[in-house]
C-alpha cells in the first residue's frame, strides 16, 4: 500500500551519513532525530531479512534458520490461525469454544497455556509494591527527551523493540542498551501473531531477534506480542526460539491516543497509583503497558513518573524483579539483581553496543526429535525451565551480503502504526 509509495520515493533522497549513537543522542528536536539516516553495517545485512513492516517469511532466511522451522512444523500445536493479521477476529469469535482451548490472550486474557510443557506468560514483577518499567513499539526516531529524562531519573526500563523499527533506527535503538535498558523483541511488523501461519510467526519471531543482534550485539530472550494477542500455538514456537513471552497486569492504554482522550490516559494512571496505594500490590508487583510510540506517550509517562515513584516502593525492569542478572545469551553482560537494585545499584555490566551484520545467532532448539522443544530461558514462573519434552541442541546461522539500505521514513511508519493500532480498538470492540 503506501508504504511501497514511500519507499520507492525514499530511494532518490539523499541520505544523511550515519553517524554514532552517542551523535544522534544529542538533538531532542524531533524533525532532526527522525532526518532517515543510511547505516553502513544495516546495509550489510538488509538483504537478508524480509521487507520492513511486512508480514515476514523464510524467504531470505539462511539454511540453519529454514532447517530449523521445516523440523520444528510438524510438532507445532495444530491450532488454526485466527481472523487477519490486522486484527478482524469477527469470523472467529462467534463459534470460538467459550473454554478457551488454545489459551488466546485476546479473548479472555488466557496467560497459563493449556498445553502442557509450554511456559506460562510473565505477567507480574514478583517482588511487593514493584512497578515493571515496560516500553513498547520502539526504538521511535524521537526518543531522545523522553531517554534523556530517564537517564536523569537513574531509571532503567524494558524496551520492546520492533525489528523493523531496529533496522530503520538503528543509532537509536543502539543507545536503547547504551543507556542500560533492557531488550526485548516485539516481533517483525507488529501484527495480530494469532492470525499467522506456523512460518510467518517463526519469521517474526526469528528476524526480530536478529535485528537485535545484528544491530546492537545482544541475543533477547524476551518477547510481547503485539496487542497481547498470542496462543499456544504462538506461545510453542516462540519458546522453541528461546524467547518467553511477556504480557502485562495493567494498562495505561496510552497508545489509543487521540482515540482515547488525554483526560482517559491520566485516569489509568491514577487507577494503577490508587490501587498501589490501598495495597492491591503489596504482596507482587506489576508489569505495566506503555509505549514510545509518539510524542504524547512518552510525555505522559515522564509526567506520572514522579508520583509512580512515591506510589510504589520500586520501578525496575523485568530482568531486575525476576534477578534475571543475564538476560541475554551473551553472558558478558550483566544487570543488577533486585538486592542490588534495592542498595542503590542501576548501572549493570554492559558491553558498548555493537553492530555485527550477520552475526551468528544462537537458535536453542534441539531439531533432533518430533516434539522436543527444550529451551531454558531466564524468565518467569518456577515452571519456566521445564520445557517441552526433548533434548537440547544448538544452530547457529551464518549470513554474509552487502545491499542498498531500505528505510522508511518515519511518517509512513507512524501511519502504518496508527493504522494498526486504530483497528486493535476495533478489535477490543468485538472481544
Ligand atoms: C507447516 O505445517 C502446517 C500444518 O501444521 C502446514 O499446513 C504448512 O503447510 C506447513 N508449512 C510449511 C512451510 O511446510
Ligand atoms: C483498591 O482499589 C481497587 C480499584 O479501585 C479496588 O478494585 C480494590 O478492591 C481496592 N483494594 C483494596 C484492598 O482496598
Ligand atoms: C516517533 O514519535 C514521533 C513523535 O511523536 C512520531 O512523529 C513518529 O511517527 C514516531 N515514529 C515511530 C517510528 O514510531
Ligand atoms: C514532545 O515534543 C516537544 C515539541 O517538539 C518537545 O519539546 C518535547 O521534548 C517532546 N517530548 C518528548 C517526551 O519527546
Ligand atoms: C530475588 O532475590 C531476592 C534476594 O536476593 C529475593 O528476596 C527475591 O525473592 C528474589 N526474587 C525472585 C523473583 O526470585
Ligand atoms: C550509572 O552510571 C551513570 C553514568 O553512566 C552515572 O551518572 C550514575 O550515577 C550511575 N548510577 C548509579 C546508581 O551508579
Ligand atoms: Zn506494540
Not at 520507492?8 to 541520505?15: N, Q
Not at 535498558?181 to 517474526?204: K, V
Request: hydrophobic share 35%.
Amino acid at each position: 500500500m503506501a508504504l511501497k509509495l514511500a519507499a520507492v520515493s525514499l530511494t532518490l533522497a539523499a541520505f544523511a551519513n550515519a553517524q554514532s549513537w552517542q551523535d544522534k543522542a544529542q538533538s531532542v528536536d524531533p524533525t532532526t532525530e527522525c532526518q532517515v539516516y543510511s547505516y553502513p553495517p544495516v546495509q550489510a545485512m538488509i538483504k537478508n531479512y524480509p521487507t520492513i513492516w511486512q508480514i515476514a517469511n523464510l524467504q531470505t532466511a539462511d539454511n540453519d534458520a529454514i532447517a530449523l522451522f521445516n523440523t520444528l512444523n510438524s510438532t507445532i500445536p495444530q491450532i488454526n490461525p485466527k481472523g487477519t493479521p490486522m486484527g478482524d477476529f469477527s469470523n472467529v469469535t462467534p463459534t470460538y469454544p467459550a473454554a478457551d482451548p488454545d489459551c488466546w490472550w485476546s479473548y479472555h486474557q488466557c496467560t497459563t497455556p493449556k498445553i502442557q510443557g509450554i511456559n506460562p506468560d510473565v505477567t507480574r514483577c514478583p517482588t511487593p509494591n514493584t512497578w515493571g518499567l515496560t516500553v513498547d513499539d520502539g526504538p521511535n526516531c524521537s526518543h531522545n527527551a523522553y531517554y534523556d529524562y530517564l537517564q536523569s531519573q537513574n531509571q532503567k526500563a524494558t524496551l520492546f523493540y520492533i525489528g523493523s523499527n531496529v533496522l530503520d533506527w538503528p543509532l537509536e535503538a543502539q543507545r536503547g542498551l547504551a543507556d542500560g535498558h533492557e531488550i526485548c523483541a516485539h516481533t517483525w511488523s507488529h501484527r495480530y501473531m494469532t492470525a499467522l501461519t506456523n512460518e510467518e510467526a517463526f519469521a517474526e519471531l526469528y528476524f526480530s531477534k536478529k535485528a537485535i543482534k545484528d544491530v546492537i550485539g545482544v541475543t533477547p530472550q524476551c518477547w510481547r506480542p503485539p496487542f497481547g494477542d498470542v496462543d499456544d500455538r504462538i506461545r510453542y514456537i516462540a519458546q522453541a526460539l528461546g524467547m518467553q513471552t511477556v504480557i502485562w497486569v495493567e494498562d495505561t492504554f496510552d497508545y489509543e491516543y487521540p482515540t482515547l482522550p488525554q483526560t482517559t490516559i491520566d485516569q489509568n494512571y491514577q487507577n494503577i497509583i490508587n490501587k498501589a496505594k490501598n495495597g492491591t500490590y503489596d504482596t507482587e508487583g506489576i508489569l505495566v503497558l506503555s509505549h514510545e510510540l509518539q510524542n504524547f506517550t512518552m510525555s505522559e509517562n515522564m509526567k506520572w513518573f514522579p508520583q509512580i515513584q512515591q506510589a510504589f516502593k520500586w520501578i525496575t525492569p523485568l530482568a531486575v524483579c525476576n534477578n534475571n542478572t543475564k538476560p541475554y545469551i551473551e553472558q558478558d553482560y550483566t544487570y543488577p539483581n533486585f538486592e542490588q537494585w534495592m542498595s542503590g545499584v542501576r548501572n549493570g555490566s554492559l558491553l558498548a553496543p555493537t553492530a555485527s551484520p550477520n552475526a551468528p545467532i544462537s537458535l536453542p532448539f534441539s531439531s533432533g526429535h518430533a516434539g522436543s522443544v527444550s529451551t531454558s530461558i531466564p524468565y518467569g514462573s518456577p515452571t519456566a525451565t521445564a520445557g517441552v519434552t526433548g533434548t537440547g541442541g544448538a544452530q547457529s546461522s551464518n549470513k554474509s551480503a552487502a545491499s542498498p539500505m531500505m528505510a522508511i521514513p518515519a511518517s509512513s511508519v507512524a501511519v502504518l502504526l496508527t493504522t494498526l493500532l486504530g483497528i486493535v480498538s476495533g478489535a477490543t470492540l468485538l472481544l
